[in-house]
């Protein structure tokens, strides 16, 4: 069975921390995807990386950025968390693009106080 | 830049019925997909049908595609509380390796 694993389920933090979300998948995949998930807004990507070292903006990548060393792991970095960026967060991969299914981690529920 | 739109928004029923979910999309596609949300958790995908594809079926699932239309359909058949989840449609964006997801239909079978 394909594995998406998130560093944490829930998490707390205070505006202006940096704050790091990460993703590690176990099935080999070139492509690695973060999203945000706000009600009446369904999934958002923030962005996306098909390499190691590659990353591709999404819709809303302001506020955060991503780091791919390594080609099972992939991190959201928040730079300067802000009250807006609560939200929840999910992390998906892929083999392919067009006709493979993205297998999605168990999401982290971000609160910026 | 969200493609997918399902219709519902929301849709309660009772356990053993039948529930029907529908999606809309802009452009043209290859494929089109259904994920299932529970509450609080990540997507799972459920059914994937290709732009030659009409119908397909899994298990109690059925999805539709129309793409003259531009729509899906996914039905769910003898509906059982364990189905109570938020559905979405999702379509792979052209050019590009992600997809489009819509805003999802959240469906409640009372037991």
């Known amino acids: 069975d394909v594995k998406v694993t998130q560093s944490s389920r829930y998490l707390v933090k205070r505006t202006g921390e940096k704050v790091f979300l990460e993703c590690v998948q176990d099935?080999?995949?070139?492509?690695m995807f973060w999203y945000r998930q706000d009600p009446g807004l369904g999934l958002r990507l923030i962005y996306f990386?098909?390499?190691?070292?590659?990353?591709e903006k999404g819709d809303i990548p302001e506020g955060y950025s991503v780091s791919r060393e390594k080609k099972e792991r992939f991190s959201l970095i928040l730079e300067s968390a802000s009250t807006n960026q609560t939200s929840m967060y999910l992390c998906?991969?892929?083999?392919?693009?067009?006709?493979?299914?993205?297998?999605f981690g168990p999401g982290t529920r971000l609160t910026v106080l | 830049s969200q493609q997918g739109e399902e219709d519902p928004q929301a849709l309660s029923i009772q356990e053993g019925e039948n529930a029907t979910m529908n999606c809309s999309y802009k452009?043209?596609?290859?494929?089109l997909q259904w994920y299932r949300q529970n509450s609080g958790r990540g997507l799972v995908h459920l059914i994937l049908?290709?732009?030659?594809?009409r119908e397909k079926h899994s298990g109690r699932l059925r999805v539709t595609l129309d793409t003259s239309k531009k729509s899906s359909s996914l039905l769910i058949t003898a509906s059982r509380a364990a189905d109570t989840a938020s559905y979405f449609c999702?379509?792979?964006?052209?050019?590009?390796?992600?997809?489009?997801f819509g805003t999802g239909t959240r469906l409640t079978v009372i037991p």
């Open positions: 452009t043209s596609i290859n494929n």
């Open positions: 099935m080999d995949h070139e492509n």
């Open positions: 999702a379509t792979p964006q052209t050019g590009a390796n992600n997809l489009f």
């Open positions: 049908i290709r732009s030659n594809e």
């Open positions: 998906a991969s892929t083999k392919s693009i067009s006709y493979n299914e993205q297998f």
């Open positions: 990386s098909y390499d190691v070292k590659m990353k």
